[in-house]
């Protein structure tokens, strides 16, 4: 079965930074496009960021220029560094891995507030 756990996730400041990490099993990683999504109360789930097969990346126009995707296909692991965070970016994020078919992780909470 498929895995996808998300980490990384918690309360910062606004203008702080954080890192999520997405570890993938039983899938060949590197063959998919991985991203993340992020879904905020009362509000349908967006995308964030995409890297596919070849670290083409596709970011939604809130977060261009703060936040960067990557891949290590090595480890598994789909990375999303976020800077400059506001506080429209608090949100459960979410990891997924699609290919002919989409897996999604559980989620982790990002909180942005003083």
């Known amino acids: 079965q498929v895995q996808l756990v998300e980490s990384g996730g918690g309360l910062v400041q606004p203008g702080g930074s954080l890192r999520l990490s997405c570890a993938a099993s039983r899938i060949s990683f590197s063959a998919y496009t991985m991203g993340w999504y992020r879904q905020a109360p009362g509000k349908e789930r967006e995308l964030v960021a995409l890297v596919n097969s070849y670290s083409s990346t596709t970011y939604a126009d809130s977060v261009k220029g703060r936040f960067t995707i990557s891949r290590d296909n090595a480890e598994n692991t789909v990375y999303l560094q976020m800077n400059s965070l506001k506080p429209e970016d608090t949100a459960v994020y979410y990891c997924?891995?699609?290919?002919?078919?989409?897996?999604w992780g559980q989620g982790t909470q990002v909180t942005v507030s003083s």
């Open positions: 997924t891995a699609r290919l002919l078919v989409a897996y």
